[in-house]
């Protein structure tokens, strides 16, 4: 049984840091294409960030770029997001989704099998 397991959310003021976990049980990260996703209420999911599992080579929703970065784990069996200079509209319930088809990673939702039940990240004053 495949299970992703996100946590590390929480409230965090504005310009401060957070770091997300996605740990893995039933499949190996490595294999496959991760990607992180957020949603507010009343909006769709978006892409954030996704890792490769070929070369760990990544990308980035623009809004984001040099504030997050993502990373893997292999020997833990988990991927990392770090999140640093946070604004307040990054609040959203942050999800990890793997892509087991072994192809290069996408910030869309549909290329993505398994989710994690989500954290969320509250950045407020």
């Known amino acids: 049984q495949v299970q992703l397991v996100e946590s590390g959310g929480g409230l965090v003021q504005p310009g401060g840091s957070l770091r997300l976990s996605c740990a893995a049980s039933g499949i190996t990260l490595d294999y496959h294409a991760i990607g992180w996703f957020r949603q507010v209420p009343g909006k769709e999911r978006e892409g954030v960030s996704c890792?490769?599992?070929?070369?760990?080579?990544?990308d980035y929703e623009d809004s984001v770029k040099d504030r997050f970065t993502i990373s893997r784990d292999s020997a833990e069996n988990t991927v990392y997001l770090q999140m640093n200079s946070l604004k307040p509209e990054d609040t959203a319930v942050y999800y990890c989704a793997a892509d087991p088809r072994r192809r290069r990673c996408s910030l869309e939702m549909i290329r993505y099998d398994y989710w994690g039940q989500g954290t969320q990240v509250t950045v407020s004053s």
């Open positions: 890792i490769n599992f070929t070369d760990g080579s990544t």
